[in-house]
């Protein structure tokens, strides 16, 4: 049996990074890049800011200008301009909120990429539309403009806006950045869902802990591959070191794998120590009242 942890390597290559090195106008980004991701994996990409984390998913749709090597998805080479069978899904921070849209005119946008002549939506395309929409959580906001929907809603809506040309692969930039817990996991297990019915996902992301609980592969990047597995293998203080030159703790209890910066208790206690006399042992909010109980707070000159 294939287990969730062999899928990425096992399964037939969708994306093929060959010996990749690729950037814009100054110093490559990311460089000697081998990388094989497979039909149906889930895969986090994690690293520092400026790693080559968003540099590699536009590596798979012909948006970085300067490549040597070879990246092919589904069988083909690719080159400058789109990649067919591929979906995008932007950081939410990039877009323009101003641009005078509705939800159904953004979804549909996702269309035009494979029929760039039609002018007009059709009544399938609509229906087409309102079925994505209902699928994921967010019916009847079609006519509804992009900008007034919550940063939750405004994400499935660009899921939707690349699903709607049902892509093979699908590609997420910081799907979860800016959103809240309940928002950050309600998408996460929707692009679970998604996986699951065989669409292979690629997604960057700063959240370790959200890849460590849902995620069962993860490639680690800064400026070329640190690593690659499942994350109870990867995440470990060794190789976060390398990826992050940073100090993490990971901490494994109870079938949970946690990963935290270890420098902030430092921090911490030497503010503690130089605050010592200032501290509140105990303060809670009841009501419309403050209720402060107060240990070794020193007296002002002039108090009592």
Known sequence: MTTARQR??????????????????????????????????????????GAGKTTLLRAMVGAVPRVRGR???????????????????PQLQTVDWDF????????????WGD?????????ADRALVDRMLERLGIGGSGDRHIRSLSGGQQQRVFLARAMIGDPKLLLL???TSGVDIKTRDDVLHLLAD???????IVLTTHELNSVAA?????????????????PEDVFTSAILQRTYAADLRVVRQDGTLLVADAAPHRLRDALRHRHAGFEHAHHEHADDDHIHTVADVPSSPGTR
Do not use: K
Request: glycine letters at 14%; hydrophobic letters at 40%.
């Open 194 to 200: 998604l996986n699951r019915d065989g669409m292979t």
């Open 115 to 123: 029929r760039p002549w039609r002018a007009w939506a059709s009544r």
């Open 100 to 111: 005078p849209a509705t939800v159904r005119e953004v979804v549909l946008m996702g269309r």
């Open 214 to 230: 849902h995620l069962p592969w993860v490639v680690c990047v800064n400026g070329r591959l640190i690593a690659e597995g499942d």
């Open 71 to 89: 990246v092919i998805v589904d069988g083909r080479v690719v080159g400058s301009g789109s990649t067919s069978g591929v979906g995008w899904v």
């Open 173 to 175: 930039d910081e799907p």
């Open 8 to 49: 990425s390597t096992v399964a037939e290559p969708l994306v093929r990074f060959e010996r990749v090195t690729c950037g814009y106008d100054g110093e490559p980004v990311l460089r000697d890049l081998d990388l094989t991701i497979g039909q149906g994996a889930f895969v986090g990409i994690v690293g520092p800011s």
